[in-house]
């Protein structure tokens, strides 16, 4: 391989690991896997989402709309995620 092919294809290897998301396995429960770790991060995130309402500029009609925008507290989340035993790991 020529010094540019190597290059190239650290460059490919190091953005591949560098988007993976980070495993979490959980301390308390050994045998969860990742259904339950997903059925857990979708509850946590669930109950620390809140909606804001916007609105936007009249329509034809003359009324205007009102859109109701989720906002999710992700610190929350990971705070719940601890507290139900989910720890992030090395791969």
């Not at 460059?11 to 988007?19: D, T």
């Not at 396995?25 to 770790?37: K, V």
């Not at 906002?71 to 035993?85: E, F, H, I, P, S």
Request: glycine fraction near 4%; aromatic fraction near 8%.
């Amino acid at each position: 391989m020529e010094m540019i092919e190597v290059r190239l294809l650290l460059i490919v290897v190091l953005f591949i690991c560098g988007c993976t998301e980070p495993a979490y396995r959980n301390l308390a429960h050994p045998s969860y896997g990742q259904s339950e770790f997903d059925q857990d991060r979708d509850q946590c995130a669930r109950v620390n989402t809140s909606y804001t309402a916007s609105s936007s500029a009249p329509t034809a009609s003359g009324y205007s709309e009102t859109r109701m925008s989720p906002v999710t507290n992700w610190a929350m989340v990971d705070q719940c995620l601890a507290l139900r035993g989910w720890r992030k790991v090395q791969q």
